[in-house]
């Protein structure tokens, strides 16, 4: 996985945002289900999107933006903004890519670059993050980290790239064929980083459970 070198002063220029949706029983990592019941999946939503939250902050590549689906109003997304100096704002109305359209267009009023993850990759890293901006205010015009799944768990842009989000079938393994056409045709310069995995079924759950484990074992011989 590509790492971020520090040559570039991405703080002041770079919009950081991360889209998440309130946890609701029944309404969040239902794929999951039946091993993990409502409860347990809504414990495990939460998880990843302070997980998410966290990277972000580690990052610290500009200004912090928390996303919300239907709305802002669960008091989880509130005690978020109060834990990471996160600004709470709605994703609005239509499908994925119409949201991630107007949230990038909207940090694109007040940054250079603008980039975007969602809660379901626990394999990303603050690195990850900071090299992403990194090549958006050094060369490239699109930056994106795709998924095994065949979409993409991460992108930045430091221009107006609207076509790649239209009519595209969400959720399913062509996504990054389609944004990889469209870019090509368009003529934009973009980057792919490493490709990493999503938890997004329930043949996923223990290969997040061994992340976490491992990565308690790293801070119990650090301590």
């Known amino acids: 996985m590509q790492r971020f070198s520090g040559s570039i002063d991405v703080h002041m220029d770079t919009r950081l945002i991360v889209f998440a949706q309130a946890p609701v029983p029944g309404q969040v990592k ?3 289900h039946p091993g993990l019941s409502p409860i347990e999946a809504v414990a495990l939503h939460r998880d990843l999107v302070v997980r998410a939250l966290s990277i972000a902050r580690t990052a610290d590549i500009g ?7 239907p709305d802002a109003s669960h008091p989880f ?4 903004a109060d834990r990471f100096g996160a600004r709470l704002l709605e994703q ?5 890519g119409a949201r991630m359209g107007l949230a990038l267009s909207r940090a694109l009023r007040s940054g250079t670059a603008a980039v975007l993850i969602g809660t379901d990759c626990p394999a990303l890293t603050a690195g ?15 930056v994106l980290v795709p998924s095994d799944r065949g979409g993409y768990v991460l992108i930045g842009v430091r221009r107006p790239v609207w076509d790649i ?3 595209v079938e969400w959720g399913s393994a062509g996504v990054m064929a389609t944004t990889r056409r469209r870019l090509r045709a368009a003529g934009t310069l973009w980057h792919e980083m490493a490709p990493v995995w999503e938890l997004d079924r329930a043949s996923d759950y223990p290969r997040y459970l061994s992340l976490v484990a491992d990565e308690q074992q790293v801070l119990a011989r650090a301590s």
Do not use: Q
Request: hydrophobic fraction near 40%; proline fraction near 3%.
């Open 30 to 32: 239902t794929r999951l």
């Open 63 to 69: 200004p912090l933006e928390l996303c919300c689906a």
């Open 77 to 80: 997304f509130a005690e978020c």
């Open 92 to 96: 609005g109305r239509g499908d994925l």
């Open 128 to 142: 990850d993050l900071s090299a992403a901006a990194e090549r958006l205010l050094s060369r490239d015009e699109v």
């Open 165 to 167: 989000f239209r009519d």
